[in-house]
Every structure is written in C-alpha cells, then in structure tokens.
C-alpha cells in the first residue's frame, strides 16, 4: 500500500521492541510510502524508564536514525513523539529546537498528573466525571495544536482508549477543537492502534474526520507500532475511513533540499488504495480520460 507510517516506537522507550532498522525494513517489505520513527521524548519533568528512553539517549537515538536516513534516502525520517503537558511546554520546546527532527508529534497523555491513558492508572476513571475529562482533555489537545511545537498531531481522541465515552454529544467543543487545529495549520493522523485497545476503534473517529475534512485539515496515517510487525497495520482500513470522510488524498513528508529539514506535501491516495465495491462516492469531477 503506497502510504506512509509516521508513527512508530522503538525498544529504547523500554516498552516497545525492535531497533529503528528492523522498523524500516518492515516498512519496505510492506511497500510504504516511507517511515518516520517517532519514539517517545523522555517525559519531563520526571523521565519514566517504562515510558521513555532517557535524556541521555536521545543522541544516540537522533545518530541511529540519521544513519538510517543517509542509507534510506527520502524513505526515512527523523521524528519524535512529545508530551504536551502546559509546564513543560518550554522545556519540550528548547529541547525540539535542539535537535535535527523532521517532524513531530504531539500528544497529549495527560490531564495534570493523571497519565489516562496508562493502564497503570485506570482506577481514576471511577473518581472522574468522564464529560469534565473529555472536554479537559480537548481543550488540551487544543492548546498543543496551537502552541506550533508539533507537525501532526498524535491519536486525536486518545481519552477513548479504554472505552469510557462522554455522556452528551460535545458536539461544540468538537467543532471549536476543530477551528483551532485547522487555524494552526497542524496535521491530524489517523492511528491505527486504537482498533486493538479497549475502544476497538482508530483514532480519530469517522465523525471527528469529517469534521476535519470539513474544515480542510489534511491527514497522515500512523500505526503507533510498538513492535516491526505493527508498521503499517490496518491501513486499508485507515484509508477506508479517510474516505468515507471525504477525503481524497493525505499529507507525506519530503527530504527538503540541501539538507533541510524535511517538508509536507499532499498526495492523491492511489487508485488501487480505494476499497473494492465502493463507488469513489463524493469524488469532485467526472474526468476519465
Ligand atoms: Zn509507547
Ligand atoms: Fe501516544
Ligand atoms: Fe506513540
Ligand atoms: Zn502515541
């Protein structure tokens, strides 16, 4: 399948397996478009060894993937997956400044201290109004679009993860979520390891995407593999959503000239990416030629 995976961790966050090699070698032999490895930024202000590489590494991983982008060229990029919590923003900030990365994700996994999505920490579910954490955490999600720290931002609808759903629509803070990140000019990835936690769904869902479609926000897609063989899982159906909210193409990255850093392009998703027996429904013009 001709897309791109740019989300994908390494065994140095110490709870994922397998160097950025056997990641790039399972993109190819998977026909990606490209790969980016974007393991996790140690955690500030306390770095987790079950959570992150640490500080200290972060050399030693930038060296191992630039090698691999000299061998791989255009194919391999250089990313990296940042928390976005409000106290550490300048902290992540210098750090992100400091360091050649094509391109970065942000991600919100926490609401103050409470990481929510760690299973580690499910027990504050039964002690939360779970509206209050939706919007909390939507708001959030917000602020990191707009803080101009981040290329795409991480699994959207992340608080989704365990399957605890808000109790009304929050069709209006969706709808401003969404202003926000179309006025930042950030991407949005479509995530596919959600189908396989509790929710049993990407993120984000079909009707966040149309949202997004709505108001021209382009998309990217990303496994979030913590193991080679995720790269690239569940793809087809990654596309199949993307269509199904409109959209007719998605964002990839480019090696910039001499040496830059690399840049966003949109591309058309290939004929052979569109799903059999589903009319190219919505599809803008009748050229066939
Ligand atoms: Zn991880
Ligand atoms: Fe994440
Ligand atoms: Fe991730
Ligand atoms: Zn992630």
Redesign the pocket.
């Known amino acids: 399948m001709r897309l791109p995976d740019y ?1 994908t961790h390494t065994a140095r966050c110490g709870h994922a397996c397998g160097d950025p090699s056997a990641y790039v070698m399972a993109a190819r032999s998977r026909g990606l478009l490209g790969i980016g490895i974007a393991d996790h930024l140690p955690l500030l202000p306390e770095p987790d060894p079950e959570l992150s590489m640490g500080l200290s590494d972060l050399g030693h991983y930038v060296a191992e993937v630039q090698a691999l982008k000299t061998a791989y060229p255009g194919y391999v990029f250089l990313g990296i ?1 940042a928390d976005y919590r409000p106290h550490t923003v300048s902290d992540v900030a210098s750090i992100l400044k400091d360091h050649p990365f094509d391109y970065t ?1 942000g ?1 919100v ?1 926490h609401l103050g201290a409470w990481g929510f999505d760690d299973p580690r920490q499910i027990d504050e579910y039964a002690d939360r109004d779970i509206d209050d954490v939706w919007t909390e955490y939507l708001e959030l999600v917000g602020d990191a679009a707009e803080s101009g720290l981040f290329t795409i931002l ?2 959207l609808d ?1 608080v989704k993860k365990f399957g605890y759903r808000p109790t009304r629509t929050l069709a209006i803070e969706l709808d401003r979520l969404v202003e926000r990140i179309a006025r930042a000019g950030i991407l949005v990835e479509i ?1 596919t ?1 959600g189908l396989h936690k509790p929710v049993g769904e990407a993120y984000p869902t079909l009707d966040i995407l149309r949202r997004l479609w709505a108001a021209g926000v382009a998309i990217t897609f ?1 496994s ?1 593999a913590h193991r080679p063989e995720e790269v690239g899982r569940d793809f087809a159906h990654a596309v199949e959503l993307a269509r199904a909210a409109g959209y007719r193409g998605f964002a990839c990255l480019e090696t910039g000239l001499y040496g830059r850093r690399a840049h966003v392009r949109i591309r058309q998703f290939d004929a052979a990416d569109a799903s059999p027996g589903r009319p190219a429904a919505g599809s803008t013009g009748a050229s066939s030629s």
Do not use: C, K, T, V
């Open positions: 989300h997956e994700i991600s996994h991480g699994h992340l995530n390891a990303g979030d």
